[in-house]
């Protein structure tokens, strides 16, 4: 398969309706539709985050997953999915509409609440372009000074060790990925991307048990209609095994990061699809790209934001 020269892109815009939330080392939360409440030099954070993106020469069409009524005025030049349920309900409507109209094999996801720098956003692209076709592509920032965080150091942050080297690294995820709609498990990973969202700010720990528990659940109701088709209910050993592999893999903390991606690609692509590319992987890019994964959720990240202007 050839690398599309135009990637559709997500941009998940919702509102946030959960508050109170804890690990924000005392920051207050920001709740309704932060993405066009936050500005930059007098924009919405959204116009700015379309922008960069847009500059990036990568990502055509661009996707807007909220509702109609928040975002149609703002002329955005955008298609937009008129959604506004829960985070992997919004990405779901989004994905399901660019996989039944364009039959997108590669669709990138990101959130409306992050301002990508143009240099993160280039070595995203170079490192996403040199290791294309993947299954999936995921930036993730290598936190080479805590500090540099600021208000987001709060953000619960994982260690791995990258290929090639022996000593863990302190990383925080990028809210940037390109997957394969059609190699994947979509509504496991709508609901995944779901509990993941909810578990936000909270520790390692918790949200395996949260991601974990959920899963589960919809691996056994997966397998529940299984039996009603008459065929064997075997997703949920499967891919339990493959999560619980996955959880203590974190859980050392000195996991080299090829196991993650070997795991997650298990748990993501489809027998029947590994075994027609068994040459593709998915990937963690590691690199340093801050601005990707510094999202807006508290009030002194986006007044931090605003403050500095459009960086």
């Not at 509990?195 to 390692?204: D, I, M, N, P, T």
Request: glycine letters at 6%.
């Amino acid at each position: 398969m050839e690398v599309a020269s135009r990637i559709p892109l997500v941009i998940l815009a919702g509102s946030d309706r959960s508050s109170e939330r804890p690990d924000r080392a005392g920051n207050e939360d920001l709740v309704g539709f932060k993405a066009v409440d936050t500005r930059l030099d007098g924009k919405p954070l959204i116009q700015v985050t379309i922008e960069r993106f847009r500059a990036a020469g990568l990502f055509d069409p661009i996707v807007i997953a909220g509702p109609k009524a928040i975002y149609e005025s703002l002329d955005l030049g955008a298609w937009l999915v008129d959604t506004d349920g829960n985070f992997g309900q919004n990405l779901a409507a989004a994905t399901e509409m660019l996989v039944d109209k364009l039959g997108s094999d590669q669709v990138a996801i990101t959130t409306a609440d992050i301002v990508p720098e143009s240099g993160d956003l280039q070595r995203a692209m170079e490192d996403y372009l040199a290791h294309s076709p993947t299954d999936w592509w995921m930036a993730v920032h290598r936190v080479e000074d805590p500090e540099q965080l600021q208000s987001s150091a709060y953000k619960p942050r994982y260690r791995f060790v990258p290929k090639g080297e022996i000593e863990p690294v302190v990383t925080l995820p990028g809210h940037l990925l390109i997957a394969n709609p059609l190699a994947g498990r979509r509504k496991l990973i709508y609901k995944v991307f779901n509990l993941a969202y909810e578990s936000r700010g909270r520790s390692v720990a918790f949200r395996r048990m949260f991601i974990t528990r959920g899963a589960i659940t919809t691996l056994l109701a997966e397998d529940l209609r299984r039996l009603t088709r008459f065929q064997l209910p075997k997703i949920t050993v499967t891919l339990v095994w493959q999560g619980l592999r996955l959880a203590a893999s974190l859980r050392k903390g000195d996991v080299v990061i090829n196991e993650i991606e070997d795991i997650l690609r298990k748990m993501w692509a489809t027998g029947r699809h590994r075994k027609r590319y068994p040459e593709r992987r998915g990937r963690f890019a590691l690199f340093s790209c801050r601005s990707l994964a510094r999202d807006v959720d508290t009030v002194e990240e986006a007044r931090e934001l605003e403050q500095k202007g459009a960086l």
